[in-house]
T-cell receptor, first 112, second 108 residues
């Protein structure tokens, strides 16, 4: 069964460094999402992406964040200059039109 | 401000019990999702609803659009149902709002 994959599974970085989190959505899906979950807190929406552009973004998704779908298969989230409070689990998800989402296993980011 | 409210926050049940988790929301929606988050952190989508009722195995999800309320029911609960159940809504754009989750423990 097709699944959403994410790499790396864990990443440790120093504050101020750039990180790129990678996702490979399911191949025939059209809508792509990034979410984060700070330890012990609820899942939060970051951004949705459709037709090669951002369709919605939350207040969390400020200028430090960007997304790209560089080659038609990968979907990346870049955090330009990480802060301590960016430490969280980051989930990617994708879905076809009119159907539910499929979540990746997540990348656990720790900013020191 | 929480666009999505779930109750209860925590729930402990004996194996075999019928379980109900409730979700209320305050935004206009195009769809409501019930998700299951396992202890290891992985998230699985259980249902996507825009009206009425859906059933999958021992799980039933209902939604009342007028009342902005949804329920997730688990019949004949089993210890393997122990997880966090999350209600999430997609607004009329493509943005999602999540509840804080209901932590369910089913005791053998």
């Amino acid at each position: 069964e097709p699944e959403v994959t994410q790499t790396p599974s864990h990443q440790v970085t120093q504050m101020g460094q750039e990180v790129i989190l990678r996702c490979v959505p399911i191949s025939n899906h059209l809508y792509f999402y990034w979410y984060r979950q700070i330890l012990g807190q609820k899942v939060e929406f970051l951004v949705s992406f459709y037709n090669n552009e951002i369709s919605e973004k939350s207040e969390i998704f400020d200028d430090q964040f960007s997304v790209e779908r560089p080659d038609g298969s990968n979907f990346t989230l870049k955090i330009r200059s990480t802060k301590l409070e960016d430490s969280a689990m980051y989930f990617c998800a994708s879905r076809p039109a009119g159907e539910t989402q499929y979540f990746g296993p997540g990348t656990r980011l720790l900013v020191l | 401000k929480n666009e999505v409210e779930q109750s209860p926050q925590n729930l402990t049940a004996q194996e075999g019990e019928f379980i109900t988790i409730n979700c209320s929301y305050s935004v206009g929606i195009s769809a409501l999702h019930w998700l299951q988050q396992h202890p290891g952190g992985g998230i699985v989508s259980l249902f996507m609803l825009s009206s009425g009722k859906k059933k999958h195995g021992r799980l039933i999800a209902t939604i009342n659009i007028q009342e902005k309320h949804s329920s997730l029911h688990i019949t004949a609960s089993h210890p393997r149902d122990s997880a966090v159940y999350i209600c999430a809504v997609r607004n009329t754009g493509n943005q999602f709002y999540f509840g804080t989750g209901t932590s369910l423990t089913v005791i053998p």
